[in-house]
T-cell receptor
Framework: GQNIDQPTEMTATEGAIVQINCTYQ??????LFWYQQHAGEAPTFLSYNVLDGLEEKGRFSSFLSRSKGYSYLLLKELQMKDSASYLC??????????WGAGTKLIIKP | SQTIHQWPATLVQPVGSPLSLECTVEGTSNPNLYWYRQAAGRGLQLLFY??????ISSEVPQNLSASRPQDRQFILSSKKLLLSDSGFYLCAWSRASGHTGELFFGEGSRLTVL
């Protein structure tokens, strides 16, 4: 079967750095997305990786290793508004999206 | 710029009543359209997707149906709601093939079936 694993919940301190890991087992691979979802709201796109390596976008970076079936989302200089769920999503060989359950990130002052 | 809007934002319905959620996209043509449901603590579940007017693919057998009467309009319906239909429903669009497939979501509709 197809599976996305990410931690259920993480806690970090304002101003710090946090890394949210995602491992996947899917039928093929055609890209990996990270979305941010604030409580009660719709997900919004953060990043897309299709090749191995690091993609940086401001305070957020996303890393991919296809051989390991592994990705992480790195958030720097954490702000209170970063408190949200972060969803790891893989596009499989049929271009279907497989969604992780999300990691709830709690930021403390 | 492109926008997506879905409504209503919240609704409380009795078991056995009908349902209609509507979604419209502006600023783009021939989008791929999707209906997802999100249950607490679980990943998004794809219910329906459409690549064109009148073309609907169902991913999960259920008592829900979808229609696309116009290029940028997508409707989710049910004739008789079940308790298990409660959840957060999300409409989304993406550009046609050849792009990354990034999804743009509507605001979401929270349905409670009593």
């Amino acid at each position: 079967g197809q599976n996305i694993d990410q931690p259920t919940e993480m806690t970090a301190t304002e101003g710090a750095i946090v890394q949210i890991n995602c491992t996947y087992q899917t039928s093929g691979f055609n890209g990996l997305f990270w979305y941010q979802q604030h409580a009660g709201e719709a997900p919004t796109f953060l990043s897309y990786n299709v090749l191995d390596g690091l993609e940086e976008k401001g305070r957020f970076s996303s890393f991919l290793s296809r051989s390991k079936g592994y990705s992480y989302l790195l958030l720097k200089e954490l702000q209170m508004k970063d408190s949200a769920s972060y969803l790891c999503v893989v596009k499989d060989s049929n271009y279907q999206l497989i969604w992780g359950a999300g990691t709830k990130l709690i930021i403390k002052p | 710029s492109q926008t997506i809007h879905q409504w209503p934002a919240t609704l409380v319905q009795p078991v056995g009543s009908p349902l209609s959620l509507e979604c419209t996209v502006e600023g783009t043509s021939n989008p791929n359209l999707y209906w997802y449901r999100q249950a607490a603590g679980r990943g998004l579940q794809l219910l329906f997707y459409s690549v064109g007017i009148g073309q609907i693919s169902s991913e999960v057998p259920q008592n829900l149906s979808a229609s696309r009467p116009q290029d940028r309009q997508f409707i989710l319906s049910s004739k008789k709601l079940l308790l298990s239909d409660s959840g957060f429903y999300l409409c989304a669009w993406s550009r046609a093939s050849g792009h990354t497939g990034e999804l743009f979501f509507g605001e979401g509709s929270r349905l409670t079936v009593l």
